[in-house]
């Protein structure tokens, strides 16, 4: 009843993607057994995610949005 059901009313398409997210997920475990490999692969992605920040996310919703002025905190 389940699978008849994501069959015909599938509202986030979880079904028709369903195989090859189990495949993705296969690669995953076998890339995880080689933890040197994990490690640089896990190191690059999080070098390559400056753009997609909360940080920027932040700034770009202040800069449409509040456009509040940066202030100056001084750290002692």
């Known amino acids: ?3 008849q059901g ?3 009313i599938d509202y986030y ?3 028709a993607d369903f195989d090859a997210y189990l ?3 296969r690669k995953v475990d076998e890339l995880f057994l080689d933890k040197t490999e ?3 692969k896990s190191i690059i992605n999080s070098a ?3 753009k997609f ?3 920027r996310s932040i700034e770009d919703y202040n800069r449409m949005v509040w456009k509040a002025e940066p202030i100056e905190v001084n750290h002692k």
């Open 48 to 50: 390559r995610m400056g």
């Open 38 to 40: 994990w490690a640089k």
């Open 6 to 8: 994501l069959d015909t």
């Open 13 to 15: 398409c979880l079904y």
């Open 1 to 3: 009843e389940l699978i």
């Open 53 to 55: 920040s909360s940080d």
């Open 23 to 25: 495949a993705a997920q």
